[in-house]
């Protein structure tokens, strides 16, 4: 079994079709694991399985059983492992092969006779190209759930702990399966194994601090819906955004932090301005091209004002020159005959209306409290267009909903007195546009937090597609030199009760088309997390719903129920203690 935890808790709900099958639909949050417990207690709380380790790969261990306490363990984790003692944990590793247009069926039996409460089926199953593959479980009254259908989609690996409502009131003695069809004619995969957890109806877990707070997938599935309208910066929905995050920063009682603005220092507004789209081919969403865009500053939209570096002002000067050249159009020249000035180069462009970065601050209370740590995501994406809502669950739902979840456990560390420097959470504006909303940041000083006490970024965008044992990142400085947040990264990773298999460094080309690229051109170090490339071992291009109106919290829950976002909460949560403490 590859996991059974509750911090990885799928949150799958279902819904019954025509014909009787309950299928996986929508998010719905559920109680988190607390990231605080030592190793020990997470054994005993949770029944995690242990993974073998041959070199930097992992074994699937075979079986999932109660741990003995051991000698000298806490009371609290022996405590624990009566209290939990009733929950049915039980996993089989049966490596079947998945053989084109057939189905591979994996059998587990279960003696207890009791009646399910909840229901978390673990799945692992590699494919080495992209097999549509349709994943159902069936119980031992024969009732059926679609728990990954990607028929119309291909993938490559499932892997990952999806809840399954639809089974609450079924008996669970009698032998359970899982069945894997392959539904075209493609390479052989592998079901490594399934394990179920089932928690008896009538008991009940405690929540842990910040519930459903602490689930990314509570705040990506309302990021994403389709009121939201796609988020785009700027537009009444990106507002909403920034309320929701303003009032989950002053819940767990960060403090606004922008001086510069006291009527609302959890804000930052940014006024944007973009030349009219006659000269900005690629503007309009429905205009975005296929797979990564590669959006670098400023390319669709940009700030003006008086205060701008020279540096931004000439960068915007020369986007301008490009964009007439291309369309073959004389420039404007600058009064000055060098540069244009801000008030001259408004008189070229629109203004687009204004949307703020919204921030939070956790006072450090070390030695080292003057400096401060960033967790960024951007909290925009691209609106509407003539095919419908751009959802943008992945893009950046994902990576603001990992930002929200940090949240409730970081805030309890600082309560504590466990953070030496400050941490700043920051969701920028204005991403879509061209990095504007994070280079509007850096080039206006806020009293606390400028760029020059910056001690480390950790940058999340895009981390909650294909399986969950892989990530890739982005750790060097604009030299290409690794930073130091690389060795926190592994010293992160191998923490973990269960750690990624897998970190690619193969998106090295999008250094500066993403967010942190603001903070790496004032030379401080960033680490961008980022779900991963098509191609497992790196590369690959993109998942096909990048900029689609398909980029749905649906499609996180098809490929691996939500964990994947949680798994990465928890590494960036280990990452910034770790720089906050270094």
């Known amino acids: 079994m590859s996991r059974v935890r509750p911090e990885r808790q799928g949150q799958a709900w279902s819904q019954t079709t025509a014909d009787g099958l309950a299928t996986t639909r929508e998010s719905r949050p559920a109680p988190l694991a607390d990231a605080k417990q030592s ?33 000298g363990a806490s009371v609290r984790g022996a405590q624990a492992q009566l209290k939990l003692r009733e929950i049915i944990a039980k996993a089989v590793s049966p490596n079947l092969a998945i053989r084109d247009q057939d189905t591979a069926v994996a059998r587990l039996a279960i003696a207890d006779s009791t009646t399910v409460g ?29 728990i990954s259908d990607h028929t119309l989609g291909a993938t490559y690996n499932i892997k990952g702990t999806w809840e399954v409502p639809a089974f609450a009131g079924e008996p669970t003695n009698g032998e359970w399966k899982l ?7 493609a390479k052989t995969g592998t079901l ?16 842990p601090v910040g519930g459903a707070d602490a689930d990314p997938m509570t705040h990506i599935t309302y990021l994403a819906a389709d009121a939201m309208r796609g988020r785009k910066s700027p537009s009444p929905e990106y507002t909403a955004a920034a309320a929701y995050v303003e009032g989950l920063a002053k819940k767990y009682g960060l403090l606004g932090p922008n001086v510069n603005n006291p009527s609302a220092p959890y804000l930052q507004p940014v006024q944007l301005y973009s ?4 000269l900005c081919p690629g503007h309009e969403v429905d205009a975005q091209p ?10 669709r939209g940009f700030y003006l004002d008086e205060q701008m570096p020279q540096e931004t002002l000439e960068l915007i000067n020369a986007r301008y020159e490009k964009l007439m050249k291309d369309a073959g159009a004389l420039a404007t020249p ?7 000035s801000a008030d001259e180069l408004k008189k070229l462009a629109r203004a687009d209306g204004s949307m703020p970065n919204v921030m939070g601050l956790l006072p450090g209370t070390g030695p080292h409290k003057d400096e401060v740590i960033v967790v960024m995501a951007h909290l925009d994406h691209l609106g509407t267009g003539m095919s419908g809502v751009f959802n943008g669950a992945d893009d950046n739902a994902s990576g603001s909903g990992v930002v929200l979840a940090a949240m409730p456990e970081l805030a309890a560390a600082q309560q504590r007195g466990e953070l030496d420097r400050s941490v700043l959470f920051l969701w920028t504006a204005a991403e879509e546009q061209g990095l504007v909303g994070s280079t509007y940041f850096v080039d206006h000083p806020i009293p606390g937090i400028s760029v020059d006490k910056v001690a480390g970024v950790l940058n999340l965008d895009m981390v909650s597609r294909w399986d969950d044992e892989r990530i890739s990142v982005i750790d060097v400085d604009k030299s290409g030199k690794p930073t130091y947040l690389r060795d926190l990264l592994a010293t992160a990773n191998a923490s973990m009760s269960d750690p990624f298999n897998t970190v690619n460094r193969d998106i090295n080309q999008y250094l500066n088309a993403q967010d942190g690229a603001a903070f790496t051109r004032k030379g401080k170090d960033v680490l961008l997390i980022f779900e991963g490339e098509a191609n497992p071992s790196g590369g690959g291009g993109d998942n096909a719903d990048y900029h689609r109106i398909t980029d749905d919290t649906e499609q996180i829950i098809r490929e691996n129920g939500g964990s994947k976002p949680r798994r990465v909460k928890d590494l960036a949560i280990r990452v910034v203690k770790l720089a906050a403490n270094r």
Do not use: N, W, Y
């Open 39 to 71: 190793p020990a207690e997470r054994a005993s709380d949770a029944f995690e399985s242990k993974a073998e380790r041959t070199g930097a790969q992992k074994r699937k261990a075979a079986s999932l059983t109660t741990p003995a306490t051991p000698g």
């Open 118 to 146: 909840s229901l978390e089926v673990d799945v692992d199953i590699d494919h080495p190209a992209r097999g549509q593959l349709l994943v159902t479980l069936v119980g031992p009254s024969g009732k059926r759930a679609i």
């Open 179 to 185: 069945e894997v069809q392959d539904t075209v004619a």
């Open 192 to 207: 490594r194994s399934f394990g179920l957890r089932i928690v008896p109806a009538g008991m009940t877990i405690p929540q």
């Open 275 to 278: 030349f009219t789209t006659a």
């Open 290 to 299: 296929t797979g990564r865009s590669h959006v670098t500053t400023f390319e």
């Open 334 to 340: 600058p009064l000055d005959g060098h540069l244009r």
